[in-house]
C-alpha cells in the first residue's frame, strides 16, 4: 500500500503476543521510499478502531534502556508505563520503531555516550557527530494507523513537537497524555557521581 508521503507499506505478519502485562497482538510492518526500507513493531490490544481515539505509545528502540537498563535514558520505565496504562484501559497500541539513538543508530548511539562522559548532552554529542539533534519523523507510524483504520489517537508522550509531526502525518491528535517515570535513586546517584567526575564541565 503506497502513502500519500511516497511510502510504501507493507504489513509482514501478525500473530497473538501474550504478555505480563496481557493478551496484545503483535504486527510486523515495513516502509520503503526509494531503497530505504524502515521497520516498525506494533502491539494492539481490544477494539482500537472504533470508539473514542486509543491510547498511542510511539516508542523508539532504546537496546540500552529497553533491553539492559540502563541508567541514562528512562526509556524502559516509559515503555512500560505505557504497557500498564494500555492495559488498565484494556485498548490501544504502540508503535515500536526501529530508531535507535533519535534515529542515528546504536554504534554512533554509544560514540554519543562517549562524547556525553566528557560533558556533552544528547544534542551536543549528536551535533559533534554531525547529525541533527534529532532525525526520526513520523511517516510510518502516521502510514501504519492509517492502515489499521485509526484516525485519531490519545499520544502518551512528553514532547508536544511529536504532536505537531504526527499531525503533519495525517493523525489527529485528540490529547497529548504525559508518560513520566519516577526519579531513580541509582539514576539520580549516577548523575551525580558523574557530575563530580567532571566537575567544572557541568
Known amino acids: 500500500m503506497q502513502d500519500p508521503t511516497g511510502l510504501v507499506l507493507s504489513q509482514a505478519a501478525e500473530a497473538d503476543f501474550p504478555t505480563e502485562y496481557g493478551a496484545f497482538r503483535i504486527y510486523g510492518f515495513e516502509g520503503r521510499t526509494g531503497a ?7 502491539l494492539t490490544m481490544g477494539d482500537v478502531t472504533s470508539g473514542t481515539a486509543p491510547l498511542l505509545r510511539i516508542h523508539s528502540q532504546c537496546l ?6 540502563s541508567l541514562r535514558c528512562d526509556c524502559r520505565a ?3 508505563i505505557a504497557l500498564r496504562e494500555i492495559a488498565a484501559e484494556g485498548r490501544g497500541l504502540i508503535i515500536y520503531e526501529h530508531q535507535e539513538g533519535r534515529g542515528i543508530g546504536l554504534m554512533n548511539k554509544l560514540r554519543a555516550y562517549q562524547l556525553q562522559d566528557y560533558g556533552a548532552d544528547t544534542v551536543e554529542a ?16 502516521g502510514a501504519i494507523l492509517r492502515h489499521l483504520g485509526i ?3 490519545r ?12 499531525e503533519d502525518a495525517g493523525i489527529v491528535v485528540a490529547e497529548r497524555v504525559p508518560c513520566i517515570a519516577s526519579a531513580h535513586e541509582s539514576r539520580r546517584g549516577y548523575l551525580e557521581t558523574k557530575r563530580e567526575k567532571m566537575g567544572h564541565l557541568y
Open 151 to 153: 484516525a485519531g489517537v
Open 78 to 80: 516509559q515503555l512500560e
Open 64 to 69: 540500552t534502556g529497553d533491553v539492559f537498563h
Open 36 to 42: 530505504r526500507v524502515e521497520e516498525a513493531v506494533v
Open 126 to 141: 549528536n551535533e559533534q557527530l554531525g547529525f541533527e539533534s534529532d532525525l526520526r519523523n513520523y511517516a510510518l507510524p
Open 155 to 166: 499520544l502518551m508522550s512528553n514532547n508536544p513537537d511529536k504532536v505537531k509531526a504526527l
